[in-house]
Structures are given as C-alpha cells and as structure tokens.
C-alpha cells in the first residue's frame, strides 16, 4: 500500500499522483548562499491578486530532463489558521512537463512552497532589469564575497540587462574567460544584495563602485573598453 496523500486542513491535496511541491525553505537552508527566498512574514501576508512563484517537482523524478517546474500562481484565497497560513490558487503558467496540471488549475499551497513572489510595475521593490540577466564573477558570488564593481553596456539580445558585475579583484584574464562568469537572475541577484536598488535603471555607459563606507558611487568619466 503506498504513502497517505498529505492533506491540508480543507481535505484539499498538497500533492498529486505526478507532481508535489518542494518546500523552498529547506531548499534554502541546504543552500543559502545560492537559493535565497523572501522572508516568512512576507510570504505568510499575501493578498488575493498577488501571484507566487511555486517549485512543481515532477514525481516520480525522471532519470533525465527537468525534474521540476517553476510556475507562476495567482492567489485567490488566504486562510489564517491555527496550524498557520495556507493559500489556494489557480495556475496561470502552462506545464510542459506535468502531465495532470493545466492552467486554471487550483492549487493549495502554504508559505514554504513560495519561491518567489511576483513584483509588480509600481511596487516599491520594481525595477525595470528584475527578469533580466546579469553577468557576474564567479568571485563576486563565493561564499561571503560581494559585487564592488558594476558597469552597464548596452544589451547584446532581449535576456541581457546589459550589466555586468565582479569583486573587483579579478584580473582582465579571469573576467575575459567565459568560464569564470555566469549569468544570473536580476532579481535573484536583488535578493542577495538589496543595496543593488541603488543602481538599478542607469543607462548604458555607467559604472559604479561599492564601499562600505558610502555604498554603491558612481563612476565619473567612465567609458566601455
């Protein structure tokens, strides 16, 4: 006889036959440098009509291709409970790979499966690069380093922010080889470095240095090589 189906207080399912929802916040703690998620007291007081990123982990996990997807939902509901709070949605992204998902679909869920949480034009924490790539040092994203040097060009293709981001210690040989650079999430870089809001939205041909002292300044007189 197979493992009981975990419910919610609601009787509702929390996982299905093909798919079960990964708990980001001990995806978190296996990896903090690397996976970073808002805080609980943010994603324990959202709103109907705010939408959450949510993990789909495909079950059973396959032997090759993706194992997970990540999808957007929209929240309808939110129930404060004394178990604590639990949210149902509907599914507004389209599966690729899960075969009993569609969109539409209603999903319960709680505050350790967000991932993220969608900002919207007009909220504080916008900015206009947050779905964009940025490339960044390895350096700069070693466990208990920094960016301390940032500079924007202008954008090679429609993913590319344009920035580009290091420690600042890095020889020319180590930024121009491909293998010591990778592109990351903008607002996934934000996450980790909120003082980043700082810069956010110059236009290309700018570049800033990090201090502890003052904080991200501008560059004067600088020009891409």
Wanted: charged residues 30%; hydrophobic residues 40%.
């Amino acid at each position: 006889m197979g493992a009981a189906t975990p419910l919610n207080s609601h009787g509702a399912t929390l996982e299905h036959e093909h798919w079960t929802l990964r708990d980001v916040e001990v995806a978190h703690a296996e990896r903090p440098d690397s996976f970073f998620i808002a805080s609980l007291a943010e994603r324990s007081a959202l709103a109907p009509g705010r939408r959450v990123q949510l993990h789909f982990l495909l079950v059973p996990e396959p032997a090759e291709g993706p194992g997970a997807e990540r999808m957007w939902v929209e929240i309808l509901e939110r129930r404060a409970e004394d178990v604590g709070v639990r949210y149902r949605g509907r599914l507004t992204s389209r599966p690729l790979h899960i075969r009993d998902l569609a969109p539409d679909a209603i999903v319960e869920f709680e505050p350790r499966h967000i991932g993220r949480i969608l900002v919207r034009r007009g909220d504080p924490g916008w900015f206009e690069e947050m779905e964009l790539e940025v490339l960044v040092s390895k350096r700069a994203l070693a466990s208990g380093a920094r960016m301390r040097w940032a500079y924007r060009e202008k954008p090679v293709n429609d993913r590319d922010s344009g920035w580009c981001m290091m420690e600042g210690s890095e020889a020319d040989e180590e930024i121009n080889n491909a293998a010591n650079v990778r592109p990351v999430n903008a607002a996934w870089l934000n996450d980790r470095f909120p003082d980043l809001a700082e810069i956010w939205g110059n236009a290309a041909g700018c570049a800033f240095e990090w201090t502890a002292e003052s904080g991200w300044r501008r560059v004067e007189g600088w020009s891409p090589g």
